[in-house]
């Protein structure tokens, strides 16, 4: 099982990132696929989710700003972020998540990427 993170880097506030997350080892269409951003010190926060079926869910504060998609037939989620701010610097993480009615849970985590906005 593997979730592998592309994209991030440095960018200027105002800017525009996209991050994309290749899952391979798993039947990724039945789980709902995440973004998370963690920051030194802190504990690891959503950021956005998408559902098996496309539901959409997003932090509040970041609605309006960064889109979650992804492409079942590649396997690929995505995370496009815009009107970037240097708070958005973080480390984000790619996750993968399935709770079974029986109450089993598969839960996977991508490498992490920097994602670093300057002022």
């Known amino acids: 099982v593997q979730l592998v993170q592309s994209g991030g880097g440095l960018v200027q506030a105002g800017g525009s990132l996209r991050l994309s997350c290749a899952a391979s080892?798993?039947?990724?269409?039945?789980?709902?696929m995440g973004w998370y951003r963690q920051v030194p010190g802190k504990g690891r926060e959503l950021v956005a989710t998408?559902?098996?079926?496309?539901?959409?869910t997003y932090v509040s504060s970041l609605k309006g700003r960064f889109t979650i998609s992804r492409n079942n037939a590649k396997n690929m989620v995505y995370l496009q972020m815009t009107s970037l701010k240097p708070e958005d610097t973080a480390v984000y993480y790619c996750?993968?998540?399935?709770?079974?009615?029986?109450?089993?849970?598969?839960?996977?985590w991508g490498q992490g990427t920097q994602v670093t906005v300057s002022s």
């Open positions: 998408i559902s098996d079926i496309g539901r959409r």
């Open positions: 996750n993968a998540d399935r709770t079974l009615v029986s109450g089993l849970f598969y839960n996977y």
């Open positions: 080892g798993f039947n990724h269409d039945d789980y709902t």
